[in-house]
């Protein structure tokens, strides 16, 4: 139980770190902060920790000095699953979304965010023992890996279909002259791209661990090619 404790502070903790470090870039980029941009930050975080939870089980096969992590997927996942409600749920709160409209119950994109939010819903509850004791071992981890997988794949599409206007605009004119730093890139970038990177690395595991790990490293430097190109872009 005291083991458990700690294992939630500790995911707690890295999460409203996650939380306040998207929350500090996107007050540098907007000059502002409010509830519409918290939302971006909830939304990030509860992105970047089902990412993280998806890449953990690969980087303790890779690395054995991963292994202890493996221990806070369970936490993160649940943690993810809170900040990912809460986006849902201040989403409604914001008026230019409206929400409550006929318009917003045809957008496939919304529709895509709340079935990943039903699946990690899903997935918290039946993170406990008894769901493993009621279904056994082997489908309750089925339910687990699969269900986040499919979540991800779920939110990196409401991401995408939603985004990639502002990224294409972002590459071609710049950041908009309304931005206090307008040299930023958006924030939506930065956590779609280490999600594409998990689904990358993940992919690359069914190539067997060696050239799994030479793709582990490839995309890495890709990832990090592409965070400098997003930021230098407007620089050189
Ligand atoms: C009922 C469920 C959901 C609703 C109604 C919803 C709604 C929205 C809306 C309106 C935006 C646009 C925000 C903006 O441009 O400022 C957005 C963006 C986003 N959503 Fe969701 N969403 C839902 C579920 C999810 C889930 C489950 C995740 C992740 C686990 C997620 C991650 C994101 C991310 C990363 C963005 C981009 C934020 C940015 O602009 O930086 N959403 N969502």
Do not use: C
Request: net charge positive; hydrophobic share 60%; charged share 10%.
């Amino acid at each position: 139980m005291k083991e458990q404790l700690k294992r939630y502070g500790i995911s707690l903790i890295a999460s409203f770190g996650i939380f306040a470090i998207l929350s500090f870039y996107l007050f540098l980029r907007r000059g502002y902060y409010d509830l519409f941009i918290a939302n971006k930050a909830l939304a990030g975080t509860a992105f970047v920790l089902l990412a993280f939870v998806l890449l953990v089980g690969l980087l303790a096969r890779y690395f054995v000095r991963f292994d202890g992590w493996l221990i806070y997927r369970k936490e993160i996942g649940i943690v993810a699953f809170v900040f990912a409600l809460a986006h849902g749920v201040v989403s409604f709160l914001i008026p230019q979304f409206n929400l409550f409209s006929w318009a917003a119950l045809a957008n496939v994109n919304l529709w895509l965010g709340g079935l990943a939010l039903l699946i990690l819903l899903f997935l918290t509850v039946i993170s406990g023992n008894w769901a493993i004791q009621k279904f056994g071992v082997q489908k309750w981890w089925f339910f687990q890996q699969w269900g986040a997988r499919l979540a991800l794949i779920l939110v990196l599409y409401h991401v995408f279909l939603m985004k990639y206007g502002g990224w294409a605009d972002w590459f071609i004119h710049g950041g908009s002259k309304t931005l206090a730093r307008p040299y930023l890139p958006p924030l939506s970038l930065f956590s779609f791209l280490p999600a594409i990177f998990v689904v990358v690395v993940r992919l690359g595991e069914f190539f067997g661990p060696k050239i799994g790990k030479v793709i582990f490293f490839a995309s890495l430097s890709l990832l990090a090619a592409a965070y400098l190109i997003s930021f230098l872009w407007w620089l050189v």
